[in-house]
């Protein structure tokens, strides 16, 4: 049955966990009155970041106003991403290569750290991003692991062992040390994740966080220090903070510290706050608090807390994405909720909203901030459970000033002011921010409470009060100034408005205007009252602040009218008023400017109009035209002197100008009339006047004409005043570019004006290259006499035509011809000059030209004067005044081209006298002597100064005797041109004897050509008479040389046999003559050789052979008697051998010499035709071991080893070599002769036996090479040899002695192959400690098959103290091939000893499954390991073992594979899997594949393990289950507690399901979506009548409840109609329940519920009497009180203990009349109404002081 009471109603709708309900104020932030506001603020991964920097150390977020993310661009370059959530979020990214940023909190200052290259720690770099200036730079030895600001000029650098303070405000600082890490955090496991100090930098906080579990549960460790104190102390916990908080009513602020303290182990969390500063005296303030964590998450760990200094609240953000809100004074938890499905790594304070913001990995960013208008009433209506809500509220809104507590204020301010205690009730109003107790009723009620003797008045304590707490409002400002300002008391208004603790108004200014203007200004500016402050300022003169106010705040005033009143007061002031409205806003002026000039020209203030116009207009605009026009206008018609200087400062472009420059001309003012006019007829009328105005003016003006307009002018001006040439000139001169310098001086000589023409081209001469402008000028100057400047034109300019200048001055024929003289001579008229001056009779001017102006030119004028027939007496006297310095070669050319030397002949015999060596001169002079014969081959053979080729070329048709003698006096230089004229002119006998003195090759090449058709004749001088002349050996080898060159040999040979062989015996022993003509014969007469040869003896016979011998001559007999001759044996056994080729001579010869060389020669030639025995007989008698190397060889290709060791006992006495005694040892062991060799070997030698005894090794010849092998006790080489020769025990003591592991390899080899496994193991055993030879060895062995042999190898091997891991392996791998049955043992016997990848791989080869998980196992391979028990179950798969393996798996998948193949191989064990991995799988994927695999029932106690998770997949899958198996308590209580599931197709899938208990539950479903008219039809159905109450209580709807009730009326359902009555209590209309009840005979149970609502009206209707009963007993006595009572305030003379601050100031009035006895006396239990504390007996005196 349905239990009627509100207990059980409650209980109802409240069912659910106990946590929930009573103890955990879950809160949903999406709306609603929530505490705190949860908004997102952007989102990372939007801007295109990547997900990999949204991690711890990658993003960083010093405060609200910047993000900082490290990333990676597109293109893979890092940059560094700023994001300003000041500045709309604005995002800023730059190419960064810094390992780590930090964007400081407040300012646009970034911080760069790095790693230097070559040195350890790393860099830190500041930047500020705005001045780009550069703020510190530091080097860290040590790695920092963790910074952050701690101020805005503050970094702290967390390193490895210490904590670091750098204070950027110094500059060039360094950091410094302030702690040094210890305990846990100085571990190197321990990460550092945050980093706090307090406001003072008092006390620091590092955090950190490790784990003991690999990242089963996070530890987190804290070390407090106190930096005044310099002591630590460690705290267990993960996160805390510091803040300056109010926690008391006193509005003192406290320096907190709050952390969340987890001990290691558990998982029960504490929230700690304490007064660290403690500044006050009394106990400092200490809370702890249980933190209840979400049932959902019962390990997460808070990894931030943030104290609210705004709200007075604590902030704990977790690492799960949760938010803990709780008080900070009460340590209360006002909300808990998920506010991220992602976890959170980072989150700081806001302090501009005094919340929070944070970042989960997914890159969102949220904001968190206190709901000001509903935290108050959230806390107050729906924190239930905390029984001080009211306390907790009412002191965050006094604290705080928040909104909410209104009516807690009004009702304690009540209390408080009824029982007399007036000075909290004060503090109440003043805490009351909302400003409900700040009315005038407040001030009246303590204006009307009389002070009590002793005490200050109320009224004084509340407006102290209200000044201690704040600032007063308009109302309470203008109450207590009025009765300050009737008192005077200035001290007092100043002090409040610096301290801004009154609100300013209008009002307020009126009452303290009358005391002091400047007080009521500042009243009026901050109040804005516009007028009134311009109204003040005008009063106290401040003319210039008007303006700026009016900009400041945008004000329009009637500027008109304050101009005009001002103007004739003040016109200075006025005018600077003006100028600063003319100026304006941004450039706007604040009044027109043409009524400023109207107001200030009615009352003829031309100065000050011209001053506010010439400020105005400064900017000269097209738009001010008529300004400026009117501006000169006035000045010029008042004041010219004005007009002018403001004309002179040309501010102005704009105004009239022909206006203007008409005033100007009446002004007198012609300079500036006429910069103003413009037409061609002013100006000219204007220029009339030009003597008063300045040339500088003129000059300047003319710049601005047109050049037609300003030559008209420049005519003007020449033909209206002569005088006015010196101005036309220089203004042509400044302007000749622009009007034409040829117009200009056609102008000037249109007037005839000379001088005009010469000053104005002289002036711009220097810069003109105009040929016509220089010639101008020359043509000026000369007419003006000026004939130094025509002199100097002439010389120096070369711009002019030559040929007009020198018309010009032959036509003008000026009295000094020097300028023409000038001209000539630098354009090279010489000729013409010549002609002028002859022809004029100016032969003074001749000389004078020749001698001092140019003598270069005197041979021109010479050549000019002998063409004019001048006397030659003239030119020789000219010739002797130029005398030497008249240039030589161009005046005998001169002359000499006109056949006439003869006259130089004077002046060169004087050059020559004076030692001139020209050779032009010389030439001229050798000319002169052989065209005249005197002596001139005297002068040839003598002169050393002549040209022999000019000379010789001159005499070739002269006479060619003088030309051969000039030709030979040039000794080499006229060779060609000598030989030629000797040529033709028969002269052979001259040319043979100059060429053999000349001796030159060259030249006798150029005879001797056979081209040269005289060569034959020049020979036959040569050899006849020439050379036999000739004494001289160097001409005779010249000569010989060119004949030789010329290929000539028998011409040759006849000359030599002429010198040689028929001369005289100054050349008949001659060497080099008997060499050349054997040499010459050699080449050209093979058979005169011989002869030469016998009959000669003197020449080199060695090098005369060498000749023979060699190709192409081949004369061999020759030269072996040339070396017969000269005893040279040796030489001649060589061409015997060699080149005649005959073995028998060479015996003979050997035999008949008997000389060792000869024999070793012949010796060396039988060696090479194979004739050994032969050769070593011969090398025996010349007793020479030269060539043992090639007799060795020879004699071993013949195997002459008998004859071998004949010739090395020989060399061995000779020659000193290894290789002849090695050779010896060999030949001794090859002729068998071993006796012979062990004495040899046994004796002193120097044989390498190793090498012997290799070679016989190689060879087969072991005995041998035993014998050697002992001699050097070389054991390795002897254990071979023994081996093979079948000594195996001798060979193994052999290995022993040499004891390396080639030899034992090869007797173990050798042993295997024998068969010889004891011997083979003694090697074996010296061979498997190697590991290198290891794998060869077992190779050797396994393919001879000895298998067991091999395992007994190593098996005994392994009690060897050298015995190594992979002797192990490898017979672990042997037992896996040939002994399966042992490998398992002794692979857990030597795990740590086994090469296990190698091992693993040998397994799988061999298919020991079980064995390769066992390995797997234990290498960590755990995924391995895994996989191949599943995929070999039958015999590697062990459930325990597996298990074991899944929780140590990093694949992922392999999860799920387990999943799959435990439901198909072993689904008893599933849920002992699933149990295993819950915490690492995907449930939902899971349940996917069990209902893939039709297992979904096989797997319910794991998803009943996991849905506390509240997954859908779970809940879906369970709640299937529970369908199906009709369990309709378990799928109840599934739906009641977890709801993420697809709700609505359940409640659809069992709304006709065939039990009733399905369809209950599908109707719960559907109520608890808010589909209560489909849950209640469907509890209809089913006859659940108490199931459609709930559900129509449940929906709040009156129409639903009332069509219910209906329902039941209509069906005779009595008590349902009145269990519904009760039930929908709240939404059910009387006069319906009435009706219904009435209607059907129903009102016995209705009754109930029509006894409840009169019983509910009965009480409002009383609730409303009273209240109106209330308001009629106020207005009565407000009635009754008199009308007419005004407050008197006053300064009473004395008044002991006033509120601070006031002094002796009375704010009350004279106490009020009390009432009657007993009226208004309060009653017991009634509270004390305001106004009603009057005593009885004391009567009402108005007016009356204290």
């Given amino acids: 049955l349905y239990c009627f009471g509100r207990s059980g109603k409650v209980a109802a709708r409240n069912s659910g966990p106990i946590s929930s309900r009573l103890q955990v104020p879950t809160v949903k932030m999406q709306g609603g009155a929530t505490p705190v506001n949860v908004t997102p603020t952007i989102n990372l991964a939007d801007h295109g970041l990547n997900a990999q920097a949204f991690r711890f150390g990658s993003t960083t977020m010093e405060s609200d106003k910047y993000i900082s993310v490290k990333d990676t661009g597109a293109d893979g370059a890092a940059q560094v991403v700023v994001i300003d959530m000041h500045n709309g979020n604005a995002v800023s990214k730059r190419p960064m290569k810094a390992e780590a940023t930090l964007m400081n909190p407040a300012e646009n200052i970034i911080a760069l750290k790095a790693v230097t290259e070559g040195q350890p720690g790393q860099f830190v770099q500041v930047f500020n991003l705005d001045t780009k200036a550069?703020?510190?730079?530091?080097?860290?030895?040590?790695?920092?692991?963790?910074?952050?600001?701690?101020?805005?000029?503050?970094?702290?650098?967390?390193?490895?062992?210490?904590?670091?303070?750098?204070?950027?405000?110094?500059?060039?600082?360094?950091?410094?040390?302030?702690?040094?890490?210890?305990?846990?955090?100085?571990?190197?496991?321990?990460?550092?994740i945050s980093y706090a100090a307090n406001s003072s930098i008092s006390w620091c906080l590092l955090t950190a966080i490790s784990t003991q579990d690999q990242g089963k549960t996070i530890d987190g460790n804290m070390q407090l220090y106190s930096i005044e104190k310099k002591q630590q102390q460690f705290l267990e916990g993960h996160a805390g903070c510091f803040g300056d908080l109010k926690i008391t009513d006193d509005g003192s602020v406290s320096g907190l510290f709050a952390f969340s303290e987890r001990k290691v182990g558990t998982q029960a969390t504490k929230l700690h706050v304490m007064d660290i500063v403690k500044a006050g005296t009394g106990t400092p303030f200490k809370m702890a608090v249980e933190v209840q964590m979400p049932p959902e998450a019962p390990g997460d760990f808070a990894v931030a807390l943030h104290l609210s200094e705004k709200h007075g609240v604590c902030f704990m953000v977790t690492k799960g994405g949760f938010l803990l809100v709780f008080d900070v004074a009460s340590g209360a938890m006002i909300a808990r909720s998920r506010v991220s499905q992602d976890s959170i790594f980072i989150s700081t304070y806001s302090t501009l909203s005094g919340g929070c913001i944070f970042i989960n990995r997914k890159g969102a960013v949220t904001s968190v901030t206190v709901n000001?208008?509903?935290?108050?009433?959230?806390?107050?209506?729906?924190?239930?459970?905390?029984?001080?809500?009211?306390?907790?509220?009412?002191?965050?809104?006094?604290?705080?000033?928040?909104?909410?507590?209104?009516?807690?204020?009004?009702?304690?301010?009540?209390?408080?002011?009824?029982?007399?205690?007036?000075?909290?009730?004060?503090?109440?109003?003043?805490?009351?921010?909302?400003?409900?107790?700040?009315?005038?009723?407040?001030?009246?009620?303590?204006?009307?409470?009389?002070?009590?003797?002793?005490?200050?008045?109320?009224?004084?304590?509340?407006?102290?009060?209200?000044?201690?707490?704040?600032?007063?409002?308009?109302?309470?400002?203008?109450?207590?100034?009025?009765?300050?300002?009737?008192?005077?008391?200035?001290?007092?208004?100043?002090?409040?408005?610096?301290?801004?603790?009154?609100?300013?108004?209008?009002?307020?200014?009126?009452?303290?205007?009358?005391?002091?203007?400047?007080?009521?200004?500042?009243?009026?500016?901050?109040?804005?009252?516009?007028?009134?402050?311009?109204?003040?300022?005008?009063?106290?003169?401040?003319i210039d602040q008007i303006v700026a106010y009016v900009k400041r705040v945008g004000y329009?005033?009637?500027?008109?009218?304050?101009?005009?009143?001002?103007?004739?007061?003040?016109?200075?002031?006025?005018?600077?008023?003006?100028?600063?409205?003319?100026?304006?806003?941004?450039?706007?002026?604040?009044?027109?400017?043409?009524?400023?000039?109207?107001?200030?020209?009615?009352?003829?203030?031309?100065?000050?109009?011209?001053?506010?116009?010439?400020?105005?207009?400064?900017?000269?605009?097209?738009?001010?035209?008529?300004?400026?026009t009117q501006l000169l206008a006035m000045n010029l018609q008042q004041a010219p002197k004005v007009a002018e200087a403001i004309l002179q400062m040309n501010m102005f472009t704009h105004y009239d100008r022909s206006y203007i420059g008409q005033l100007c001309e009446k002004a007198g003012l012609m300079q500036y009339a006429m910069e103003n006019y413009t037409d061609t007829s002013d100006l000219k009328r204007v220029m009339l006047h030009a003597h008063s105005m300045t040339p500088e003016f003129l000059i300047n003006y003319f710049s601005k004409l047109p050049p037609e307009t300003a030559l008209e002018c420049l005519h003007d001006l020449m033909r209206h005043n002569r005088q006015n040439l010196n101005v036309a000139v220089q203004i042509a001169i400044k302007y000749h570019e622009q009007i034409g310098a040829m117009k200009i001086v056609d102008m000037f000589e249109s007037f005839a004006s000379n001088e005009g023409v010469f000053y104005f081209l002289g002036a711009i001469l220097s810069t003109s290259t105009d040929a016509e402008v220089h010639f101008r000028y020359i043509r000026a100057a000369s007419r003006c006499g000026n004939m130094q400047e025509v002199e100097r034109v002439c010389r120096e300019s070369t711009c002019y035509d030559p040929v007009v200048v020198k018309d010009f001055l032959k036509e003008a024929k000026l009295p000094d011809p020097r300028p023409l003289i000038y001209v000539c001579d630098l354009h090279d008229h010489v000729e013409e000059l010549t002609d002028y001056l002859y022809k004029n009779s100016l032969m003074k001017y001749i000389e004078v030209y020749v001698v001092k102006v140019n003598p270069l030119k005197c041979p021109q004028v010479t050549g000019a004067l002998i063409d004019l027939d001048c006397s030659e007496d003239f030119i020789k006297n000219l010739l002797q005044n130029v005398r030497a310095a008249c240039p030589i070669e161009p005046l005998v050319a001169e002359v000499e081209k006109r056949n006439r030397l003869r006259v130089l002949l004077p002046w060169l015999e004087a050059r020559v006298a004076e030692g001139n060596q020209d050779p032009h001169l010389h030439n001229a002079m050798a000319k002169i002597l052989i065209d005249t014969n005197r002596d001139p081959e005297t002068f040839l053979k003598n002169n050393a100064f002549y040209d022999s080729a000019t000379v010789g070329k001159y005499c070739e048709d002269r006479d060619p005797h003088l030309a051969y003698t000039a030709y030979k006096r040039a000794w080499g230089n006229c060779d060609e041109a000598l030989v030629d004229v000797t040529n033709r002119n028969g002269l052979f006998r001259l040319q043979a004897r100059y060429l053999v003195e000349r001796q030159s090759p060259e030249l006798w090449e150029l005879a001797l050509n056979a081209e040269n058709k005289y060569r034959r004749s020049v020979i036959d001088q040569v050899v006849s008479t020439a050379l036999p002349e000739s004494s001289n050996a160097d001409e005779v080898s010249a000569t010989v040389k060119a004949f030789i060159g010329a290929d000539l040999p028998n011409e040759l040979i006849e000359l030599l046999e002429k010198i040689v062989l028929h001369k005289s015996a100054d050349f008949s022993k001659n060497r080099n003559l008997q060499n050349l003509l054997i040499l010459t014969a050699i080449k050209a007469d093979k058979s005169r050789v011989m002869d030469y040869i016998n009959r000669l003896d003197n020449y080199d016979g060695v090098e005369i052979a060498k000749i023979a011998l060699g190709e192409p001559y081949c004369l061999f007999e020759e030269a072996f008697l040339i070396y017969k001759k000269g005893e040279l044996n040796s030489e001649a056994m060589e061409v015997l051998l060699t080149n005649i080729d005959s073995i028998e001579r060479a015996q003979e010869f050997a035999a008949r010499c008997n000389e060792s060389p000869v024999w070793y020669k012949l010796g060396r030639a039988q060696l090479e035709h194979g004739q050994v025995p032969e050769a070593i007989d011969s090398y025996l008698k010349a007793e020479d071991a030269t060539d043992y190397a090639e007799v060795i060889r020879a004699a071993k290709v013949e195997e002459n080893y008998d004859e071998l060791v004949r010739y090395l006992t020989m060399a061995r006495n000779k020659a000193k070599d290894q290789l002849i005694d090695t050779e010896l040892v060999y030949s001794f062991a090859k002729a068998e002769r071993l006796s012979e060799m062990e004495e040899f070997i046994s004796g002193t030698n120097t044989a390498n036996i190793q090498t012997v005894g290799d070679r016989l090794y190689d060879e087969n010849n072991f005995k041998a090479a035993k014998s050697l092998y002992q001699s050097i006790s070389n054991n390795a080489k002897l254990a071979a040899t023994h081996v093979q020769l079948g000594e195996y025990p001798q060979a193994v003591e052999a290995a022993k002695k040499a004891n390396n592991a080639k030899t034992w390899k090869e007797v173990n080899i050798a042993c295997i192959k024998a068969e010889q496994y004891r011997c083979a193991e003694i090697a074996g055993m010296h061979i498997i400690v190697h590991a290198d030879h290891l794998d060869e060895l077992i190779s050797q062995y396994e393919a001879s098959g000895?298998?067991?042999?091999?395992?007994?190898?190593?098996?005994?091997?392994?009690?060897?103290?050298?015995?190594?891991?992979?002797?192990?392996?490898?017979?672990?791998?042997?037992?896996?091939?040939?002994?399966?049955?042992?490998?398992?043992?002794?692979?857990?016997?030597?795990?740590?000893?086994?090469?296990?990848?190698?091992?693993?791989?040998?397994?799988?080869?061999?298919?020991?499954?079980?064995?390769?998980?066992?390995?797997?196992?234990?290498?960590?391979?755990?995924?391995?390991?895994?996989?191949?028990?599943?995929?070999?179950?039958?015999?590697?798969?062990?459930?325990?073992?597996?298990?074991?393996?899944?929780?140590?798996?990093?694949?992922?998948?392999?999860?799920?594979?387990?999943?799959?193949?435990?439901?198909?191989?072993?689904?008893?064990?599933?849920?002992?899997l699933l149990n295993t991995v819950a915490a690492k799988v995907d449930h939902a994927r899971v349940v996917t594949q069990a209902r893939k695999a039709g297992q979904l029932e096989l797997i319910l106690p794991y998803l009943k393990s996991v849905q506390q998770h509240n997954i859908s997949a779970v809940n879906e899958a369970i709640n299937e289950i529970y369908v199906e198996g009709e369990q309709f308590e378990e799928l109840r209580q599934s739906i009641a507690e977890f709801d993420n599931f697809d709700q609505i197709a359940l409640a659809q899938k069992l709304e006709k399901h065939e039990l009733m208990e399905m369809r209950r539950i599908a109707s719960f479903v559907y109520q608890k979506n808010k589909r209560y008219k489909q849950s209640i039809e469907l509890s209809k159905v089913d006859r659940?009548?108490?199931?459609?109450?709930?559900?129509?209580?449940?929906?709040?709807?009156?129409?639903?409840?009332?069509?219910?009730?209906?329902?039941?009326?209509?069906?005779?359902?009595?008590?349902?109609?009145?269990?519904?009555?009760?039930?929908?209590?709240?939404?059910?209309?009387?006069?319906?329940?009435?009706?219904l009840a009435w209607r059907k005979g129903l009102m016995d149970f209705a009754m109930p519920y029509m006894i409840q609502v009169v019983r509910e009206y009965t009480g409002r209707v009383n609730a409303l009497d009273k209240k109106t009963l209330k308001k009629e007993e106020e207005e009565e006595k407000q009635k009754s009180a008199p009308n007419d009572y005004v407050p008197d305030y006053m300064m009473p003379n004395m008044m002991p203990g006033g509120p601070g601050g006031f002094g002796q100031l009375a704010l009350t009035g004279a106490p009020a009349m009390m009432p009657q006895q007993g009226f208004g006396a309060p009653q017991p239990g009634m509270m004390q109404q305001p106004g009603m504390m009057q005593q009885p007996g004391m009567m009402m005196t108005p007016n009356r002081p204290f």
Avoid at 588 to 602: A, E, R, S, T, Y
């Fill in 134 to 192: 550069k703020l510190g730079v530091y080097q860290s030895p040590e790695n920092i692991v963790f910074w952050k600001w701690i101020t805005s000029r503050m970094l702290a650098l967390v390193c490895e062992k210490d904590v670091y303070h750098w204070n950027l405000e110094v500059a060039n600082s360094t950091p410094e040390k302030v702690f040094t890490r210890a305990g846990k955090l100085a571990e190197a496991g321990t990460q550092i």
């Fill in 372 to 542: 000001e208008q509903g935290i108050v009433g959230f806390i107050m209506n729906q924190l239930v459970q905390l029984p001080n809500r009211q306390e907790i509220a009412f002191n965050l809104a006094r604290r705080f000033g928040l909104p909410g507590a209104d009516e807690l204020f009004q009702r304690q301010f009540s209390q408080y002011f009824a029982s007399g205690d007036y000075k909290n009730a004060a503090v109440v109003a003043a805490q009351c921010k909302s400003g409900l107790l700040r009315t005038p009723q407040t001030i009246q009620q303590f204006k009307s409470v009389q002070a009590q003797p002793g005490q200050s008045s109320p009224i004084l304590h509340y407006f102290s009060t209200l000044l201690e707490y704040g600032k007063l409002n308009a109302l309470e400002s203008v109450e207590l100034l009025s009765p300050v300002v009737q008192q005077g008391r200035r001290e007092l208004v100043e002090k409040w408005l610096k301290e801004d603790k009154l609100e300013c108004t209008e009002e307020l200014g009126d009452v303290v205007k009358p005391m002091d203007g400047k007080f009521a200004l500042s009243i009026y500016l901050r109040a804005s009252i516009h007028n009134k402050v311009i109204q003040c300022f005008v009063e106290q003169g401040q």
């Fill in 556 to 628: 329009t005033a009637d500027y008109n009218q304050l101009l005009q009143g001002m103007v004739a007061s003040n016109p200075e002031g006025a005018t600077n008023f003006a100028k600063a409205l003319l100026e304006g806003k941004d450039g706007v002026p604040l009044i027109d400017i043409n009524q400023v000039v109207k107001v200030f020209m009615d009352q003829n203030k031309l100065q000050e109009t011209t001053s506010i116009l010439l400020d105005a207009l400064k900017a000269n605009r097209p738009d001010q035209g008529a300004l400026q």
């Fill in 1346 to 1472: 000895s298998f067991e042999e091999l395992i007994a190898l190593l098996d005994s091997g392994l009690g060897n103290e050298r015995a190594h891991i992979g002797m192990f392996t490898e017979l672990a791998i042997l037992y896996a091939k040939y002994k399966p049955e042992k490998l398992m043992d002794f692979i857990k016997l030597n795990t740590a000893k086994l090469n296990i990848p190698k091992l693993i791989q040998a397994c799988e080869r061999h298919y020991h499954w079980q064995e390769a998980v066992f390995l797997f196992t234990h290498y960590d391979e755990y995924d391995q390991a895994a996989n191949t028990m599943m995929a070999h179950s039958p015999v590697a798969f062990s459930h325990d073992q597996f298990l074991m393996v899944m929780q140590k798996v990093a694949n992922m998948e392999l999860y799920y594979r387990a999943v799959t193949f435990y439901i198909e191989e072993n689904p008893m064990q599933l849920n002992a």
């Fill in 1584 to 1635: 659940m009548y108490k199931d459609c109450m709930d559900t129509a209580c449940e929906s709040g709807n009156s129409e639903l409840a009332e069509n219910l009730l209906r329902f039941f009326v209509d069906n005779g359902h009595k008590e349902c109609f009145a269990a519904c009555l009760y039930t929908c209590y709240d939404l059910m209309s009387p006069d319906v329940a009435l009706e």
